[in-house]
């Protein structure tokens, strides 16, 4: 995603996707994807959320996660969704 794109909600149609920002929780959950990816080849989608702009403060984030704070995994079809 160039700097200039804001997101609007999710871009993947299956399997995960993490919205998050460089901070220590998303870190963690970068990690474990990685990990993830690599062991068993589950792969995943990304989006930075730049909270400067409070980007997780807007309808369609605190959808996924209501508190509209960072991190945000979202496995789709399965509506299961987890959030610090």
Not at 3 to 29: F, H
Not at 52 to 75: A, C, D, H
Request: with cysteine; hydrophobic share 30%; charged share 25%.
């Amino acid at each position: 995603m160039s700097g200039d794109e804001r997101p609007t909600g999710l871009k993947a149609n299956k399997g995960i996707e993490l919205l998050t920002y460089g901070t220590p929780n998303g870190w963690k959950a970068s990690i474990i994807l990685e990990e993830l990816k690599e062991a068993y080849g589950k792969d995943y989608t990304y989006q930075s959320i730049n909270i400067g702009q409070n980007i997780q403060k807007e309808e369609w984030f605190t959808k996924l996660g209501p508190n509209g704070r960072m991190y945000v995994q979202s496995r789709l079809h399965s509506h299961i969704t987890g959030f610090c």
